[in-house]
């Protein structure tokens, strides 16, 4: 059972980690090159095809590792714009980054524990 000073304690270091959040989505968080592996990017569903696609290559730090990962993405053509990026703690893995656009595409970016990253479409 999670006692007060537990649950605070747990609040206070998502507190800490997501102010850096938007850092660690855009990358400034990596160290200088090191040797990492190239995690598996695992898609976790399609984009919708409402309209022409373009794919766009996002850099992000996994949390985890400290590497950074290209992830391959497809967003419409009209996504015109750097996207809004927020970043959160989550219960299994290692947190997520969210990416959305004005024109209400969005993608998340999940990071787990073994250093791959699950990509999933909104």
Same mark, same amino acid.
């Not at 270091?13 to 990017?41: T, W």
């Not at 022409?52 to 992830?71: I, R």
């Given at each position: %059972? /999670?006692?007060? =000073?537990?649950? $605070?304690?747990?609040?206070? $270091?998502?507190?800490? /980690?997501?102010? +850096?959040?938007?850092? /660690?989505? =855009?990358?400034?968080?990596?160290?200088?090159?090191?040797? &990492?592996?190239?995690?598996? #990017? $695992?898609? /976790?569903? +399609?984009?919708?095809?409402?309209?022409? %696609? #373009?794919?766009? @290559?996002?850099? @992000?730090?996994?949390?985890?590792?400290?590497?950074? @990962?290209?992830?391959?993405?497809?967003?419409?053509?009209?996504?015109?714009?750097?996207? &809004?990026? +927020?970043? =959160?703690?989550?219960?299994?893995? &290692?947190?997520? +980054?969210?990416?959305?656009? &004005?024109?209400?595409?969005? #993608?998340? $970016? =999940?990071?787990?524990?073994?250093?791959? @990253?699950? #990509?999933?479409?909104?």
């Amino acid at each position: %059972m /999670l006692t007060v =000073r537990s649950l $605070i304690g747990i609040v206070a $270091i998502g507190v800490a /980690l997501c102010a +850096s959040g938007p850092a /660690l989505a =855009r990358g400034d968080c990596c160290p200088p090159p090191q040797p &990492c592996c190239q995690p598996c #990017v $695992i898609y /976790l569903n +399609s984009p919708c095809s409402c309209c022409e %696609m #373009v794919t766009q @290559v996002l850099e @992000v730090c996994h949390p985890c590792t400290g590497c950074k @990962v290209s992830v391959p993405i497809c967003i419409p053509k009209c996504c015109t714009g750097e996207p &809004c990026v +927020s970043c =959160r703690n989550t219960l299994f893995g &290692c947190g997520m +980054s969210t990416y959305e656009w &004005c024109c209400g595409h969005g #993608v998340k $970016i =999940r990071y787990t524990k073994c250093g791959d @990253v699950k #990509v999933g479409y909104f």
